[in-house]
T-cell receptor, first 112, second 113 residues
């Protein structure tokens, strides 16, 4: 069974600081996705990482994928309050028609 | 709006009643997925369709749950004889086979009293 583990699960950080969220998964996969969820809202796609070594950046967020280590990172640069949300990584599970298997999420709170 | 649409957005029901949720995917997407999300957890896969065929069901999907996608367009998820443990957000997502990226609807929140 594919397992996806994120850490930390909760993160409180000050505005202007940098931090990294880690996502480990238990089986071979070349595709990894990052989503953002605001309270009471649905999931918004942030990044699609399709191969080993993939790196994508959008604003203050940068995601990378190391398929050999089965590890993805989401790096936050100079955090601002608007980044407060829950961030999920998700890995495709082939046996479920490439349905995404999600981690438990990292709840991020950026404070002044 | 050409995104994934779900309704109703909120449903409150008494234990033992049946409920049905509807999902209208992005029109050109041939895959449709149902997920369930409880507070503080990530979405959990329930089932998926490719066109009208239901190709995979999670063991989370008990006999009280049934999903359909007639004609490969919209989908319905019915829960019979609801239990308090069914209280959750039910999320629908769609995708193109090629890209795999899932696009989620706003969800249908179920509260079973």
């Amino acid at each position: 069974e594919l397992k996806v583990e994120q850490n930390p699960l909760f993160l409180s950080m000050q505005e202007g600081k940098n931090y990294t969220i880690y996502c480990n998964y238990s089986t071979t996969s070349d595709r990894l996705y990052w989503y953002r969820q605001d309270p009471g809202k649905s999931l918004e796609s942030l990044f699609v990482l399709l191969s080993n070594g993939a790196v994508k950046q959008e604003g203050r967020l940068m995601a990378s994928l190391d398929t050999k280590a089965r590890l993805s990172t989401l790096h936050i640069t100079a955090a601002v309050h608007d980044l407060s949300a829950t961030y999920f990584c998700a890995v495709e599970e082939v046996r479920s028609g490439y349905a995404l298997n999600f981690g438990k999420g990292t709840s991020l709170l950026v404070t002044p | 709006d050409t995104g994934v649409s779900q309704n109703p957005r909120h449903k409150i029901t008494k234990r033992g009643q049946n409920v049905t949720f509807r999902c209208d995917p992005i029109s050109e997407h041939n895959r449709l997925y149902w997920y369930r999300q409880t507070l503080g957890q990530g979405p959990e896969f329930l089932t998926y369709f490719q066109n009208e065929a239901q190709l995979e069901k999670s063991r989370l999907l008990s006999d009280r749950f049934s999903a359909e996608r007639p004609k490969g367009s919209f989908s319905t998820l019915e829960i019979q004889r609801t239990e308090q443990g069914d209280s959750a957000m039910y999320l629908c997502a769609s995708s193109l086979v090629i890209t795999g990226e899932l696009f989620f609807g706003e969800g249908s929140r179920l509260t079973v009293l």
